[in-house]
C-alpha cells in the first residue's frame, strides 16, 4: 500500500492508466497564486537559455582545455 492509496478520491482524484503501476494524482495538492507560476516559469525560461549558451561554449572549445 502506497501512500496515494490512503487518497480520498472524491477530493483528490489520481490518474490510472490501464495495468501500469504508477499512478498520480490528477490535481495538484498545492495551490499558490498566478504571479508565483509566472515567475518560476520566466525564472526557467532564463535559465534555459543560460545553459543553452554555456552549452554552446563548451561545444565551441578546444579539447584541450577539458584535460587537466
Given at each position: 500500500?502506497?501512500?496515494?492509496?490512503s487518497?480520498?478520491?472524491?477530493?483528490?482524484?489520481?490518474?490510472?492508466?490501464?495495468?501500469?503501476?504508477?499512478?498520480?494524482?490528477?490535481?495538484?495538492?498545492?495551490h499558490?497564486?498566478?504571479?508565483?507560476?509566472?515567475?518560476?516559469?520566466?525564472?526557467?525560461?532564463?535559465?534555459f537559455?543560460?545553459f543553452e549558451?554555456?552549452?554552446?561554449?563548451?561545444?565551441?572549445?578546444?579539447v584541450?582545455?577539458?584535460?587537466?
Open positions: 500500500m502506497t501512500y496515494i492509496d487518497i480520498d478520491q472524491n477530493i483528490m482524484p489520481f490518474v490510472k492508466y490501464g495495468d501500469y503501476p504508477d499512478r498520480y494524482p490528477a490535481l495538484s495538492a498545492l499558490f497564486d498566478k504571479n508565483f507560476y509566472t515567475e518560476i516559469r520566466n525564472a526557467s525560461r532564463a535559465l537559455f543560460i549558451k554555456v552549452a554552446k561554449v563548451f561545444q565551441q572549445a578546444p584541450y582545455i577539458f584535460l587537466f
